[in-house]
């Protein structure tokens, strides 16, 4: 059944396009993306906050990703047009996933801002410039899961670049 058909409830296409938006984030007059990135760290930062194991953050990118995949399907099929640049879920996710090294590696930084611009700077790169596995996974899905599974492996790159700085004490 398509996302938009009449035997689609209204509330389903507003709940979707609510959770692809970010909560409204995408609809940035500019830079949604970045907008969309700035949440996943205003999201880490709760989570941090909270005291989040690293087990309990990647849970939280893994139901992301899953809700994020359905519901960037539906908002596609309402606005009209593949990867709509105010889909964001897409930057939350991945931004979640560059920030996982410090959970990981240096826990007593969760707050800590220079890690935390390394991994904003570094997932922004890779999802702007999208090298190759970023592009490859951005072809290499349909629908939603294409929305999504890019900013994962651009969040991925970005996590490598984190967790090598943390290891070789640049973020000191």
């Known amino acids: 059944m398509r996302a938009n058909s009449p035997a689609r409830p209204p509330w389903r296409i507003a709940v979707a396009t609510a959770t692809a938006t970010a909560g409204g984030l995408g609809y940035a007059p500019v830079a949604p993306g970045t907008f969309g990135a700035a ?38 099929l ?3 047009q593949h990867d709509d640049g105010r ?13 996982l090294p410090i959970v990981a590696l240096a826990p007593g930084r969760l707050g800590d801002p220079f890690p935390l611009l390394v991994g ?17 996974a951005e072809r290499g899905f349909e629908a939603g899961w294409g929305v ?4 994962v492996v651009a969040g991925l790159l970005a996590a490598l670049v984190v967790a090598a700085a943390l290891l070789a004490g640049v973020l000191a």
């Open 39 to 76: 949440g996943g760290v205003a999201l880490y930062l709760g989570l941090a906050a909270a005291g989040a194991s690293p087990l309990v953050f990647g849970s939280v990118c893994g139901a992301l990703l899953a809700l994020g995949a359905r519901a960037s399907s539906v908002a596609e």
């Open 78 to 80: 309402h606005f009209g």
């Open 87 to 99: 889909i964001v879920i897409d930057e939350v996710v991945g931004q979640l996933v560059a920030l």
């Open 120 to 136: 904003f700077a570094a997932f922004r790169l890779f999802d702007i410039w999208k090298p190759g596995p970023v592009k490859a």
């Open 148 to 151: 999504m599974l890019d900013d």
